[in-house]
């Protein structure tokens, strides 16, 4: 089964702190997403990345920063944290290849209030 | 460009009664269409995938979608309902680019009463 881990469940973050976000996935997918999750609003993408040092953004990428240093691991950062940025955050990944392809696989998750 | 529109934001079902939940969709291209289904504090997981093989699609736990183009959508069935189908559901096109990302429905939470 593929496993994508997010590496906090819940975080709790001040106003202006620097804050990553961490997801590992273990099935050597090429893409990884991150998404942010609000109610009524369904997920929105923020940024993927398709290959290692290569990004894209996504629907709503201001605030947000992303790193991929490695091919299984995609950081999301937030550079200045503001209370507008509390939310559920997402991480997926998927492949451009087989059967499974383009099938995005979901990490549990990481709920970042910002006080 | 793609969008997902959600018909209903709650529906709520007896247990051992059908279940629909609505999706309709607008795309350039011919889409692939997915559903996900979020249980409570747990990552999204697929329950089927449209990809143009066949206009109905089977997916895990007894649900079933129907790809109509003529309508543009693509709406969720399961014949009875289970208490532990209740979730939120999210029906989802994929972009026709090259990355492929998503584009996600606002969701349906789905009530199972006893």
């Known amino acids: 089964d593929v496993k994508v881990t997010q590496s906090s469940r819940y975080l709790v973050k001040r106003t202006g702190e620097k804050v990553f976000l961490e997801c590992v996935q273990d099935?050597?997918?090429?893409?990884m997403f991150w998404y942010r999750q609000d109610p009524g609003l369904g997920l929105r993408l923020i940024y993927f990345?398709?290959?290692?040092?290569?990004?894209e953004k996504g629907d709503i990428p201001e605030g947000y920063s992303v790193s991929r240093e490695k091919k299984e691991r995609f950081s999301l950062i937030l550079e200045s944290a503001s209370t507008n940025q509390t939310s559920m955050y997402l991480c997926?990944?998927?492949?451009?290849?087989?059967?499974?392809?383009?099938?995005?696989?979901f990490g549990a998750g990481t709920r970042l209030s910002v006080l | 460009a793609q969008s997902v529109t959600q018909l209903d934001s709650h529906v709520s079902v007896s247990e051992g009664t059908p279940v629909l939940l609505r999706c309709n969709y607008s795309?350039?291209?011919?889409?692939?269409l997915f559903w996900y289904v979020q249980h409570p504090n747990k990552g999204l997981q697929l329950l089927l995938k449209?990809?143009?093989?066949?206009?109905l699609v089977k997916g895990i736990n007894g649900f079933e979608a129907e790809f109509k183009k003529s309508e543009t959508s693509f709406h969720l069935t399961k014949p009875s309902a289970h208490m532990s189908d209740a979730a939120e559901y999210f029906c989802?096109?994929?972009?026709?680019?090259?990355?492929?990302?998503?584009?996600f429905g606002s969701g349906t939470r789905l009530q199972v009463q006893p």
């Open positions: 449209y990809t143009s093989a066949a206009t």
């Open positions: 099935m050597d997918h090429e893409n």
């Open positions: 990345s398709y290959d290692v040092k290569m990004k």
């Open positions: 997926a990944s998927s492949s451009t290849s087989g059967q499974g392809r383009g099938i995005q696989y």
């Open positions: 989802v096109v994929s972009r026709n680019t090259g990355r492929r990302a998503l584009t």
């Open positions: 795309s350039s291209y011919s889409p692939s």
